[in-house]
């Protein structure tokens, strides 16, 4: 979450009113930085599931 919502907050920035903003560099900057972070917080929220479902076996 401390990497993810600045990077959306970026985005929500970024965006023209009048629709001039060049879109796709946007998306090109922000997507790969955001996907990073996200595997992150996925790899890390299903480590914490194994070990929880480790202690419940374990008890």
Do not use: H, K, Y
């Not at 946007?26 to 070990?51: D, Q």
């Amino acid at each position: 979450m401390r990497s993810n919502v600045p990077l959306n907050d970026q985005l929500d920035a970024a965006r023209s009113v009048d629709g001039t903003t060049d879109l796709a560099a946007i998306r090109r900057r922000f997507e790969g930085p955001w996907v990073r972070w996200n595997l992150v917080r996925a790899v890390s929220s299903g480590a914490a599931f194994a070990c929880v479902i480790g202690a419940l076996l374990a008890r």
